[in-house]
């Protein structure tokens, strides 16, 4: 069958297989060949294909919940979206959510994800107590901070390439109100956003859009939001069914005027001050979920996102060199996302480190990966990194010089059978 | 409300119970073989929707069986949903009677078996529905899968036959030909995309026939005019097609 990923770059042809029980799974490893898990095809990359893939779907039962301690034991198949609908209207949400609910446990593990709360929260592996692994041999191992270390601090943010996890139990937050209250200001460079990270720094919600096709002065204008939880109101869930992009957009819709045009509309139509403004979970966690399929504006070619960290004293300035690099080049991006990541974490590929990610989405064409090695240049120069889940081309020296733990990884990895069993097109690219 | 689904491992079943379960705070009884897997569904379906839930060992071949098993009841089900079902290789089945066998027992002969015992005890509390799901593959008999067709055909009549004999007692039969649905039945299948259908989806539709009290529902909504032009296609020309 054909399969691809959130990009729709690029196609391969696999042959898949889902399992309900572990003992189904461990049959499938016992063929021969390597393979990866793939679970809702969120990420955006070749980070979960291979010609070989089990997915992890139909593995998505409810095991327990402590509502003492908002403990949650399910297995790796099931999506924040349904954690979200089942535990909301008992008080509870997820302690920490990227900007979809439609990915699985599993993939927020493998990613070690994080959301806007990056700062004051860390990565998803943060709430995850401790899982389950199928390693390569089918043996089933529980891994936590305390027992089995290495492989826990592998496997989170280890992109599915330390085993097939299986079940996981996780702390959910406590919460008095499905809705958020959301402060909105608009910035008009970079100056002032950074200046307004620091301002909301403790408030427990921040990002901001940023405009990656304006030059000179104006660089980094951008929309910040932040917000916290309120403390009244519903806990009722009304996750909007989305509106379809119903077929791929012709290539020449999205082009240097179009993007600027959008980027000036969201910009202008935004307040320039509102705070504590009462809005809707999916309004501000998960803005591009209601629009089903938006990976078919980038049209039939697909699209990739380029999403680095800078240091944060290196920030400003490698920001500055890189925001006008893409304004000059006119690759403009559609979305762009810019947010302070808080302290990184001990596992060994997680992404954030202390400093501010830049998240740009591109649609494939020829003149983009030429440019996007430039790119590599500036962020490696600053000491940054690019995010695993969004990457389909990083290098392999970019990503051995950005992520310092990858060799303790491949280690575990040589040296457990991990590499012989669990690979996917991008460990391939990485040499991990 | 208390919900019975045999054959509750597929994957339609689980997702018609957590329909119900969402929807009406129904309780379930989920019947099947795997006991281990029906466990795990059991926990999963009781965290979830904070209802009652329990499993029950039901072999839809074992016919003999079937009166004890329904006798072990304990409340008795409002509802009985029927999702067994069976197919293989249409080609395995034409070489080896065995698994054609199984094919008619699983999808027709069991369903036959326990829902004439469940029609018994509703008709006698003048209560419940029946919701069986069958297939527009039994609307016609084509040559790539014809003994399932032939199997989901005699389903489909045994429950229009049976709506027949309820309906003086208000009793709801509910015929489900759903179309393709991405399922562990399909995997290994290329169905194409547009037409496929998710668990979920089907059993939300499933849900909305049954509150309406409907009798028949395709699923999804289309197959119903897929099915019609199949169906009006002339014997002369049909049997001349690769269909």
Redesign the interface.
């Known amino acids: 069958m054909k399969l691809t990923s959130w990009g729709r770059y690029p196609h391969i042809d696999t042959t898949g297989a889902s399992f309900e029980t572990t003992d189904q799974l461990a049959a499938l490893l016992k063929k021969n060949g390597d393979l990866i898990a793939y679970g809702m095809g969120r990420s955006y990359g070749d980070s979960a294909l291979n010609s070989r893939v089990v997915f992890s779907k139909r593995f998505n039962k409810i095991i327990d919940f402590n509502p003492e301690k908002g403990l949650l034991v399910c297995e790796s198949g099931v999506s924040l979206e349904e954690i979200i609908n089942i535990f909301m209207p008992r008080g509870w949400f997820l302690s920490t959510t990227p900007g979809t609910r439609l990915i699985t446990v599993g993939g927020a593990i493998a990613s070690d994800v994080h959301g806007k709360n990056h700062h004051t929260a860390g990565c998803f592996s943060e709430s995850v107590e401790s899982f389950e692994i199928m390693l390569p041999d089918g043996e089933i191992l529980q891994c936590s901070r305390e027992e089995n270390p290495g492989i826990f601090h592998a496997t989170c943010g280890g992109m599915g390439l330390t085993g097939i996890i299986l079940t996981a139990a996780i702390k959910l937050q406590k919460v008095r109100s499905s809705y958020i209250r959301e402060t909105v200001k608009r910035c008009q460079n970079l100056e002032e956003v950074f200046a307004c990270f620091e301002t909301y720094k403790t408030t427990t919600y921040s990002v901001a859009w940023i405009n990656c096709l304006v030059s000179g002065s104006d660089v980094g204008r951008s929309v910040l939001m932040a917000g916290e939880h309120a403390e009244t109101g519903s806990l009722e869930v009304k996750l909007k069914q989305p509106i379809s992009v119903p077929f791929d957009f012709p290539g020449f819709c999205l082009n240097r005027y179009s993007t600027k045009l959008f980027n000036w509309l969201y910009y202008h139509s935004r307040p320039s001050f509102v705070e504590n403004r009462l809005v809707s979970l999916d309004q501000f966690f998960y803005p591009l979920d209601s629009i089903g399929h938006w990976n078919r504006i980038y049209g039939k070619g697909g699209f990739t996102q380029y999403q680095l960290v800078l240091p944060k004293a290196a920030s400003y300035d490698g920001l500055n060199v890189i925001l006008k690099r893409i304004a000059k080049a006119g690759l403009g991006s559609f979305l762009a996302v810019l947010k302070l990541c808080g302290p990184q974490n001990d596992n060994d590929l997680s992404f954030p480190m202390e400093g501010y990610s830049l998240a740009l989405d591109f649609k494939i064409e020829r003149r983009l990966f030429p440019f996007l090695d430039e790119l590599d240049q500036i962020v490696l120069d600053y000491g940054g990194r690019l995010y695993l889940t969004k990457d389909v081309r990083m290098p392999k020296h970019v990503f051995q010089k950005g992520y310092p733990g990858w060799e303790a990884f491949a280690e575990l990895r040589e040296k457990t059978g991990m590499k012989k069993k669990f690979n996917s097109l991008q460990s391939r690219r990485l040499g991990v | 409300m208390n919900l019975l689904i045999l054959g509750a491992n597929s994957?339609v079943a689980y997702a018609v119970a957590k329909t119900f379960a969402k929807h009406k705070k129904a309780d379930i009884y989920l019947a099947s073989r795997d006991m281990?897997?029906l466990e795990?569904?059991v926990?999963?379906l009781k965290?979830?929707?904070e209802i009652k839930a329990a499993c029950f060992y039901f072999d839809a071949m074992d016919f003999e069986s079937h009166l004890k098993f329904y006798q072990s009841l304990d409340p008795k089900p409002d509802g009985v949903v029927y999702a067994a079902g069976y197919m293989p290789d249409q080609e395995a089945a034409q070489k080896d009677f065995k698994e054609a066998k199984k094919i008619f027992e699983i999808n027709f002969s069991g369903a036959a078996a326990i829902l004439e015992i469940v029609a018994d005890d509703f008709q006698k509390r003048g209560h419940g529905f029946i919701i069986g799901i069958s297939s527009v593959a039994g609307e016609r008999g084509r040559q790539s899968n014809y003994i399932y067709g032939a199997s989901k055909a005699a389903f489909t009549a045994y429950l229009s036959g049976l709506r027949n004999r309820l309906f003086k007692k208000n009793i709801q039969v509910l015929t489900v030909l759903p179309g393709f649905i991405n399922t562990?039945m399909t995997?290994s299948m290329?169905l194409p995309g547009l037409l496929t259908a998710q668990p979920d989806e089907v059993a939300e539709y499933i849900y909305k026939a049954f509150r309406k009290n409907r009798d028949v529902l395709y699923t999804k909504w289309y197959w119903k005019w897929i099915m019609a032009v199949i169906k009006g296609i002339p014997e002369k020309i049909f049997k001349r097609m690769g269909l």
């Open positions: 994957d281990k897997l795990k569904k926990r999963d965290t979830r929707y562990k995997e290329d």
